[in-house]
């Protein structure tokens, strides 16, 4: 149960099961009455038109397209379904060729996408294997440069050491003969 809105004075009214107005019984009434002439106009065209009329599609083989056809024998009836199976084999024919040539169409569409793929491939993979190869001829530079680096540094080192060691050998001999002299000095 909801509510809705009384049209007469705009109040909310709570909404209850209603049974089927007069208006709703005279609109159902008036549809039958409608749907009866309905009837009775096909029927009166009907009425019109021979048993033996067929309507006929428009086709290159029959003589009166589009029209309907009078015909009292089952042979007419006969020869244009023949007529229109005929065409029908030749439009299928047709879609079938129409077919065939969209195919082929497409085969020729995916094989030159196809090579160019493979070309756009082998140029990927090309790049990669020269980047590939310039990242490892870099890598082994930079690995012989540090390499070279330490050994230079080791031998920077030793002969630092070794300068080192001269400098203070000499000033220990330079200070050992200054004292010498100056003890020979004091003693004169």
Not at 3 to 17: R, T
Not at 25 to 38: G, L
Not at 122 to 141: D, F, V
């Amino acid at each position: 149960m909801g509510f809705v809105q009384n049209d007469d004075d705009d109040e909310w009214v709570k909404k209850a099961v209603a049974t089927p107005s007069q208006e709703i019984q005279e609109e159902e009434a008036e549809e039958k009455e409608a749907e009866e002439k309905d009837l009775e106009e096909v029927e009166a065209v009907a009425e019109g038109r021979s048993d033996g009329d067929v309507l006929v599609t428009a086709s290159p083989r029959t003589p009166t397209a589009g029209q309907s056809i009078s015909s009292g024998s089952h042979e007419t009836r006969l020869a244009l379904l023949e007529a229109l199976v005929s065409d029908l084999k030749d439009q299928v024919l047709l879609v079938h060729c129409d077919m065939w040539a969209g195919f082929d169409e497409i085969k020729s569409i995916l094989a030159s996408h196809t090579i160019d793929m493979e070309i756009i491939t082998h140029a990927a993979c090309s790049a990669r294997h020269h980047h590939n190869n310039m990242i490892t001829t870099y890598r082994k530079i930079l690995w012989d440069w540090r390499q070279s680096s330490i050994i230079k540094m080791t031998k920077l080192t030793l002969t630092q050491d070794h300068m080192t060691d001269l400098v203070s050998r000499t000033t220990s001999y330079v200070t050992q003969t200054c004292d010498i002299f100056i003890n020979k000095d004091r003693d004169l």
